[in-house]
């Protein structure tokens, strides 16, 4: 929290949080008001987002959009089991200063030691990466639910003081305070120091207006008839009991499939015939299926 | 203001939600960034600096409508029109004016008849108006809900008191029959799947409806008895703190949505915990083996591959009405998670018993599984009316010797025997041959014993005897299971 006020060279991105939905939507992201405001205040107080959502919302695409409207660099650290400091944060290029040891073949050690822990054997990672660039960047952290909690620790210092220290070298403190955000599938509770750093943004399954504007945008050709069934299906669809849901991701796939087949308009049969773009698994569809023909024989 | 964050702040800790004074820090800070006449824009920032969990989202939603309700000139209540008297004493909220056009047919209220409602209201349907909608939701209360004075309520009698008034089912069935006859190009008809695509629309516009109704109650009952009343009746305990016993049938599907996020973080932390657990016993053998290289100094001790053993589990659970809802959350959860077992097997019992593994093999979901397991399992002996007893019986004369030393057993019950003969012998049999004995009551540890309880008799053959009364505390035993 200390230097979020003293950060002096901060300069805010976003005029307001209407701003940030046209620009947003002018790199073909579309916006609710809750999520352009979260983007907002994450510019104003300085600090990081967590997105947590459904897989297939637009978590991920969020900070690439943001990153695109900005004109900032994306620096991505994708998350896994496993992962480490010296994966996440950075580490020493221990080859070169093996060679610089043998080079100096006879110098006093004090003299090699102060060399050899020199920035020039550094080796960025990502967190570093993002908190040492001098021009703009967005830092995205994908899927942070994945890895441990012991591991979460690294993250807390980058993300309440953005900055990182290293025993030999010292404290790296960043000289402007990214853009950061951290997405999760939500497979596990993350702990409370971590959520308490971030701004908060549950992604959901849009409306079906906003579903339908989605669709106009990327899916190109698509007539406005097509794009409302779409998302009107897709909404019957997942108002339906089924292991997954379709989401917004597979709803433009199925609408480019839709569109390059040269379909009009979508009854029940091409529904079907369709529904293992939207849905992933074997008994979802046999279901879905046999919702839709139900109503086929009620009628 | 501070002092309105404050008391919100300190309403929402009340509700369940951990809100730490760094956030409720952010939150200060946060609102100050934007602008206070934006209510959506003010809601999304306390929304995302003091709420970080999904599942909370309602309770702040709630706790927030009532706090922050809506008082701009619009939604100015006359006091005379509504309770008499009353002036507005509530603390200041954000008097948000949320730009809106005022209809004039909402404003002139007195003479509106139920049949000028009606066309109102099938006119915002099929347009999609929503400042209609709004107004109409304000006529509809003022009409039919009959609100009182001081009443300590939170609403629901009044929702539904207007709700009933208004026949939504028959508007939209209504606006459904039209759509059906006018469609373009007479000739064809709607295609079913057009034809349910189409309810759904007008099914989500009600919907719309049923919320600016819900909101204008609540706005009213603000002004009636303060914010921190109204919050206080309105609280709702989250999904994962609702009693098993006393759900009612939203907070039930409320909770079975929340079941599965939590079978599948068990998953993953139990799947991880194993993998965790690295260093078995001391291998003596190859360790004195491998010590030969450095001289028979044992420098490099040598352990056990550890071989975590999946236990084995034996679910047999009360399913009779009183105690159904425990039991189906605790099959589902059990069987969601079944790959941390070696095997589950599961018996349903009232007065007979039945076992049911096979229904929940043969399904796909586990939601298809408990409802099949209603329908097909055998459990009803006499009359009907749990007997512990004979159900544990039969379970050892049938099943018994399948038991060994690598089985858990976890019996589901309140031990309402309905004062036949406990038969715990059996339960004592059962738990010398099994690993383990639990059981876990859905009942609050207070009523155990009283009435035709009996689960201090059962409890003395158990190796633990849990309280078990919401999805929080099944989860936490689940996890220990392992």
């Known amino acids: 929290m200390s230097g979020r006020d003293e950060g002096g060279a901060r300069r805010e991105r976003f005029a307001s949080v209407a701003a940030v939905r046209e620009q947003l939507h002018s790199v073909g992201y579309l916006a609710d008001d809750g999520l352009s405001g979260v983007v907002y205040l994450a510019d104003r107080l300085g600090k990081p987002v967590l997105v947590e959502g459904p897989a297939g919302t637009g978590k991920t695409e969020l900070a690439k959009s943001v990153a695109a409207m900005t004109g900032a660099r994306l620096i991505r650290l994708q998350c896994y089991e496993g992962l480490d400091e010296s994966k996440a944060l950075y580490e020493w290029n221990y080859k070169r200063q093996l060679l610089r040891i043998q080079v100096e073949q006879g110098a006093a050690w004090a003299d090699i030691e102060e060399d050899i822990f020199t920035e020039e054997f550094l080796l960025t990672r990502p967190l570093l990466e993002a908190i040492r660039a001098s021009e703009p960047v967005v830092l995205l952290i994908d899927e942070v639910d994945r890895v441990e909690i012991e591991t979460e620790a690294l993250l807390l210092e980058v993300l309440s003081d953005y900055q990182v220290s290293i025993p030999e070298l010292g404290t790296v403190t960043a000289t402007q305070i990214p853009l950061v955000f951290l997405t999760s599938n939500n497979t596990r509770e993350l702990s409370e120091a971590l959520k308490r750093r971030c701004l908060y943004l549950h992604l959901d399954y849009p409306s079906v207006e906003r579903e339908r504007e989605i669709v106009l945008v990327k899916v190109p050709g698509i007539s406005e008839q097509l794009a409302d069934q779409v998302a009107r299906i897709v909404r019957s669809l997942r108002s339906l009991d089924l292991k997954k849901h379709p989401s917004i991701s597979e709803t433009l796939d199925w609408s480019r499939t839709l569109v390059l087949l040269g379909i009009e308009s979508v009854d029940a049969e091409t529904t079907r015939e369709t529904l293992n773009l939207l849905l992933k698994y074997r008994s979802d569809i046999e279901a879905a299926s046999k919702e839709l023909g139900a109503t086929a024989m009620t009628a | ?482």
């Open chain 2, 1 to 482: 203001m501070l002092d309105v964050l404050t008391g919100f702040v300190a309403e929402l800790r009340r509700s369940g939600l951990p809100v730490s004074v760094t956030e409720a820090a952010d939150a200060a800070e946060a609102i100050r960034h934007v602008p206070l006449e934006d209510r959506q824009a003010f809601k999304y920032a306390l929304g995302a600096t003091l709420v970080k969990s999904s599942a909370h989202w309602r309770a702040f939603d709630t706790a927030f409508e009532v706090y922050f309700s809506l008082r701009g000139s619009q939604y100015e209540i006359g006091t005379d029109e509504l309770f008499g008297t009353r002036e507005e004493d509530v603390p200041g909220g954000v008097g948000a004016g949320e730009v809106r056009e005022r209809r004039d047919g909402a404003g002139g209220l007195e003479a509106v008849s139920p049949e000028e409602i009606a066309a109102m209201l099938y006119r915002a349907l099929r347009d999609r108006d929503k400042a209609m909608l709004a107004a109409v939701a304000r006529l509809a209360v003022r009409l039919y809900a009959g609100m009182e004075p001081g009443r300590p309520v939170g609403g629901t009698y009044y929702f539904y008191r207007t709700l009933r008034n208004l026949d939504l089912d028959g508007v939209v069935e209504r606006l459904v029959d039209e759509a059906r006859g006018t469609v373009p190009g007479d000739a064809e008809a709607l295609t079913p799947l057009e034809e349910r695509l189409l309810e759904e629309e007008y099914r989500a516009r009600v919907e719309e409806l049923q919320r600016e109704i819900e909101a204008e109650i609540r706005r009213r009952l603000v002004s009636d008895r303060g914010a921190g009343a109204l919050a206080q009746a309105l609280r709702k305990p989250l999904p994962e703190d609702v009693d098993f016993m006393h759900a009612s049938r939203e907070e039930l599907v409320m909770m079975r949505r929340a079941i599965q996020p939590l079978a599948r973080k068990l998953q993953a932390r139990l799947a991880r915990k194993r993998r965790h657990l690295r260093r078995g016993a001391l291998d003596f053998r190859s360790t004195v083996r491998h010590s030969l290289s450095y001289g028979g100094v044992p420098a490099d001790p040598r352990f056990r591959h550890p071989r975590p053993s999946k236990p084995e589990i034996v679910v047999i659970a009360d399913i009779s009405g009183s105690v159904a809802a425990f039991a189906r959350f605790t099959l589902h959860l059990v069987h969601a998670i079944g790959a941390q077992f070696s095997q589950v097997r599961s018996f349903v019992f009232i007065d007979g018993i039945d076992e049911v593994s096979r229904i929940f093999e043969r399904c796909e979901t586990v939601t298809e599984a408990v409802h099949r397991v209603n329908q097909e399992a055998d459990v009803v002996w006499v009359d009907g009316h749990s007997d512990y007893g004979h159900a544990l019986g039969v379970f050892r004369e049938r099943w018994g010797r399948q038991i060994g030393p690598k089985t858990s057993i976890i019996v589901l019950g309140d031990a309402r025997s309905n004062y036949h003969s406990p038969e715990a012998w059996v339960l004592k049999e059962l738990q010398q041959r099994a690993r383990h004995v639990y059981w876990l009551n859905p009942e609050p540890k207070s009523y155990w014993g009283s009435g035709d309880s009996i689960i201090e008799q059962y409890a003395q053959f158990c190796d633990g005897v849990y309280e078990c009364r919401n999805l929080r505390q099944l989860g936490a035993f689940v996890e220990n299971l392992v």
